[in-house]
């Protein structure tokens, strides 16, 4: 279990260092920005409680935020990602979360299973983030191409990372 909460500690760290230095200056075409840092709350363990999974994703959003100029759009952002995502494990999977594993991963549940569940998690943050960035509806689908092309490059770093660190699925 320290095991466990160790890792998620160096990760948490890490990818806020990895957003704010490297990928907070990464903007191609004024549309891309990829947000890494959504991989810590994907990557909670199941068993983690609702209340903790919110103060989590405050916690790193408000890191975001503080380094990124962006007062509260990430934490507001990320808390919303975090509040649905029990939803979303339901959703993609017909089994209970105590038999899902100790923490979703594409090895252990399969590529299928995450691709989905991250797509919508991450589709969820980049939709609410770039709106409440922009507040107005008067660029609505230029937002909603910045929304996708975002969390295409999102979830491809995402998958990446899942199987540099992870190693293959069983799917």
Known sequence: MTNLVSRNIVRFFFLILFQVLILNHINLGGYTNPYIYVYFILLLPFATPRWLLLILAFIMGL?????????GLNAAATVLMAFFRPFVIRAV??????ELGIQPSMRILGFKWFLSYATILVLIHNFALFYLEIFR?????????????SAVFTLGLILLSELMFYGRSKK
Do not use: G, K
């Not at 890191?63 to 007062?71: A, V």
């Not at 999977?93 to 105590?98: A, D, R, V």
């Open 63 to 71: 890191s975001i935020d503080l380094f990124s100029n962006t007062p």
């Open 137 to 149: 509806f008067a660029e609505f689908f230029q937002t909603l191409l910045r929304v996708i092309l």
């Open 93 to 98: 999977s017909n089994i209970p979360e105590e």
